[in-house]
């Protein structure tokens, strides 16, 4: 009997290969070397961050399939590991003294190593050509998002946030599991290529497996986007974790939902696409306007940066409903230009109110900020530009993503969600200028200590600004880029 041993493009998958190797390079430090500082840890994180990044660049360009067709090396998968990759590189920079403050110990090497096993499996969940490999990225993400949730062992809500993340977030993977489940038994695969090869050949659409299947995998992504009716996680975890796994998890969880579900659904299952869009159109209305609406309220920051999550996830499902054409559709990069948007203008603000909390989750009152912009300048300048552009105010990055979101609604026929979305977007401008109202037009809060920024905080704050500014005012690059992604992707 001759046994054929398959050949492993090794090249394919480097990438992630040095975010894993760095990952348990930096877990062993941890282990043999327990009193090696967080300086260091944080240091070999980042270094493995940037040469994974600086491959991913090398590697713009290829098209690919590998692993028994399993992975795609295509530049739609490329694109979102730059976003994974910058949203894992603020988040190590923005921790470095965040638990270097900390007035319990913490386990740093294992900190960091979670975040990278984190990114790993969100480029895995881009990369996926087949519903298994895309469910076992989504699983390696999420177990080392519940641990990093609770990390501060002696914080009782970040305790409660963990469980309540870990009790829905099983109960989500049921429904996508159980969905991967219904669309093996209709089509006889669960490769994306395959499924779309089945459902163009057969008229029997309307088999109810196939949109039990449909619909259950709608409600496993809807969990991990925070859309409605599958967000009653969100504001309280977002509140009781750790502010930088906040930020990690606000941009990195959603941009690997949304880079799987994108796949999925508008490569995959396009014969479909008149049931879903109809489920989608919904759910993107309610996002939105529940979303905006729930913020209007809060005054706790962390839980109206929680709540604009959830609209700005119902303001990306446009851009999936009016994703009407696989190939180079206004509708789909539109949507990989807002997620790379929304990673420097979310977690520039999350880290805001780290530097502003003290590094010890103080000052999470919205009118804690009065007056921040005359005694720090800068602080208050810099949190007004991620406001505006969370808002959608010009030249900032958010605007141009919000143009071409509501323009390829337009373009596919969907005025009125546009119209709904536009709405939206006005009314939220009021919570997010209410901040920065709070920092230009209100008395300075009296007998607050000062505050010590670290340069590293500092440093993520920058690049954040300045990438929000630089994606506004010159969007070009970056346009083409994200239709690039989408024009040859591979399923």
């Not at 969100?234 to 906040?246: H, I, L, N, S």
Request: charged letters at 10%; a neutral charge.
């Amino acid at each position: 009997m001759n046994i054929v041993i398959p050949a492993i493009n090794w090249a394919s998958i480097a990438p992630e290969l040095v975010v894993f190797i760095t990952a348990m390079v930096v877990l062993l430090i941890g282990a043999f070397f327990p009193r090696v500082s967080s300086g260091v840890t944080a240091g070999i994180s980042l270094l493995g961050v940037m040469l994974s990044f600086l491959v991913t660049a090398s590697l713009w360009g290829s098209s690919e399939l590998a692993f028994a067709n399993m992975l795609a090396l295509d530049n739609y998968r490329l694109f979102f590991n730059f976003i994974f990759l910058i949203c894992t590189g603020l988040t190590i920079l923005a921790s470095i003294d965040y638990f270097g403050k900390s007035s319990e110990p913490v386990e740093h090497a294992e900190y960091y190593a979670l975040l990278l096993f984190a990114c790993v499996g969100m480029m895995f969940m881009a990369a996926g050509t087949d519903l298994i490999t895309i469910f076992l990225g989504l699983e390696t993400m999420s177990i080392a998002i519940y641990i990093l949730a609770a990390f501060v062992k002696k914080n009782i809500k970040g305790n409660e946030a963990a469980l309540k993340y870990l009790l829905l977030g099983a109960f989500s993977t049921g429904f996508l599991l159980y969905g991967i489940a219904l669309i093996f038994g209709a089509t006889g695969s669960s490769n994306l290529a395959t499924i779309y090869k089945y459902l163009s050949g057969t008229s029997n659409l309307s088999s109810p497996m196939l949109l039990f299947g449909m619909g259950f995998l709608i409600v496993g992504f809807g969990f991990k986007i925070a859309s409605v009716p599958f967000h009653m996680w969100t504001p309280d975890v977002y509140e009781g974790a750790p502010t930088v796994v906040t930020a990690f998890m606000a941009a990195g969880v959603k941009a690997a939902a949304f880079a799987a579900f994108l796949r999925v659904f508008v490569y995959a299952l396009p014969s479909l696409q008149p049931n879903w869009i109809a489920i989608l159109w919904v759910l993107a209305i309610l996002t939105m306007t529940i979303g905006n609406l729930a913020a209007l309220l809060q005054e706790n920051i962390k839980r109206m940066l929680a709540y604009s999550s959830i609209a700005h996830a119902g303001y990306i499902m446009i851009g999936m409903v009016a994703a009407k054409n696989a190939a180079a559709d206004i509708g789909t990069y539109s949507v990989l230009y807002y997620l790379l948007a929304y990673t420097f203008m979310n977690i520039g603000a999350f880290i805001i109110v780290v530097l502003y909390g003290r590094y010890a989750e103080d000052n999470l009152n919205i009118s804690d900020y009065a007056g921040m912009g005359y005694k720090y300048p800068v602080l208050g300048a810099t949190m007004a530009i991620f406001m505006f552009s969370l808002a959608g105010i010009p030249p900032t990055a958010g605007f141009v993503g919000k143009f071409y979101i509501f323009a390829a609604a337009v373009k596919g026929g969907f005025i009125d969600l546009a119209i709904i979305g536009v709405i939206n977007s006005v009314l939220s401008v009021y919570y997010y200028l209410r901040v920065t109202v709070m920092i230009y037009m209100r008395e300075p809060v009296a007998d607050q200590p000062g505050l010590k920024f670290s340069r590293s905080a500092t440093l993520a704050t920058t690049i954040a600004a300045v990438a929000t500014l630089v994606l506004g005012i010159f969007p070009d690059t970056f346009i083409t880029m994200a239709r690039q992604s989408v024009s040859l992707i591979l399923g």
